[in-house]
């Protein structure tokens, strides 16, 4: 059985393009960490996927953090010019719960190194909720969406958490 040279070429090449796919799979996994405390928060490449994002994931195993904990977005090699980070109130099913513009919330950042640091504000968005059940301990789904910029390219992150309105129902803190 004698192989034609061309398809031993796409054989090759294919097999050169599944390995370049997976290295950079991998080092986008190594470039960002996000964490609160010792909780890690898993993070996706692409800028607002969160109906993705949510299509696999369980709303029991998205991290829970309260207001005012802080959230730690740690880069392993890129050092960017600007970074920014927004956040997004989410339905259960990763779109956006208001529809208005003031649903997306620019944070306030502090730099530490090669780490971001911003802390979980009350969004004050929430409270347009008439769902009694939204304003119970860890009921509210935040998206955020990481803008990264360097030399004129932009690379974006996202990553979805629980966390609690503006307003608790304090029978549900117990």
């Known amino acids: 059985m004698r192989i034609n040279k061309r398809w031993l070429w796409i054989i090759a090449l294919c097999l050169i393009i599944l390995l370049c796919i997976y290295v950079n799979h991998q080092n986008t996994e190594k470039d960002v960490k996000v964490f ?21 994931t369980n709303l029991d195993n998205l991290v829970y953090i309260k207001n005012h904990n802080k959230i730690n977005i740690a ?5 960017y010019d600007d970074v920014k980070v927004t956040e997004y109130i989410l339905d259960s099913n990763g779109g956006y719960k208001y529809s208005t513009n003031q649903n997306a919330k620019e944070q306030e950042l502090e730099e530490k190194g090669n780490t ?13 909720s008439s769902n009694g059940k939204d304003y119970d301990k860890g009921k509210t789904i935040k998206g955020y969406n990481l803008e990264c910029k360097k030399n004129g390219t932009v690379k974006n992150y996202s990553f979805i958490i629980k966390g609690d309105a503006a307003i608790i129902n304090k029978s549900s803190e117990k």
């Not at 880069?75 to 050092?79: D, G, L, T, W």
């Not at 971001?116 to 347009?128: G, R, S």
Request: aromatic share 16%; proline share 3%.
């Open 36 to 56: 609160s405390s010792n909780k890690n928060i898993k993070i996706y490449e692409g800028n607002c996927i969160f109906k993705e994002i949510m299509k696999d």
């Open 75 to 79: 880069f392993s090699k890129n050092h």
């Open 116 to 128: 971001i640091i911003f802390e979980i504000k009350p969004n004050y968005i929430t409270m347009f």
